[in-house]
């Protein structure tokens, strides 16, 4: 069965950085698109970045654009998410999945969370001011 399990997150001072990753195992790839999206407390998950496995296009939010870097390694079935100068308003739980919709090229603002699926378990980024 296809899994993601995303590692990485910890706690961090701002001006810091950090990489996570999202490892695929159990399945071939469901679709050609991969997003990381994070949650705050109290608030709703949000899109940070995608990336296509297909022509490695990619997307992000406003707030991490120059900041955050998304990249893969097919080899290892691997996303990354490169996180440089983090800032507390990064703090949240940071998740992958798929988007299942068969597109090639990531969607604009990489779509909605409804739109994903093969949610993993999240990885807990903290920011410390």
């Known amino acids: 069965q296809l899994q993601l399990v995303e590692s990485g997150g910890g706690l961090v001072q701002s001006g810091g950085s950090l990489r996570l990753s999202c490892a695929a195992s159990?399945?071939?790839?469901?679709?050609?698109?991969i997003g990381w999206f994070r949650q705050a407390p109290g608030k709703e998950r949000e899109a940070v970045s995608c990336?296509?496995?297909?022509?490695?296009?990619?997307s992000y939010a406003d707030s991490v654009k120059g900041r955050f870097t998304i990249s893969r390694d097919s080899a290892k079935n691997t996303v990354y998410l490169q996180m440089n100068n983090l800032e507390p308003d990064d703090t949240a739980t940071y998740y992958c999945a798929f988007y299942t919709i068969l597109v090639r090229t990531p969607p604009q603002n990489c779509g909605h969370p409804y739109e994903y699926g093969f949610w993993g378990q999240g990885t807990q980024v903290t920011v410390s001011s």
């Open positions: 990336i296509s496995t297909s022509d490695r296009s990619t």
């Open positions: 159990g399945g071939a790839l469901p679709s050609y698109v």
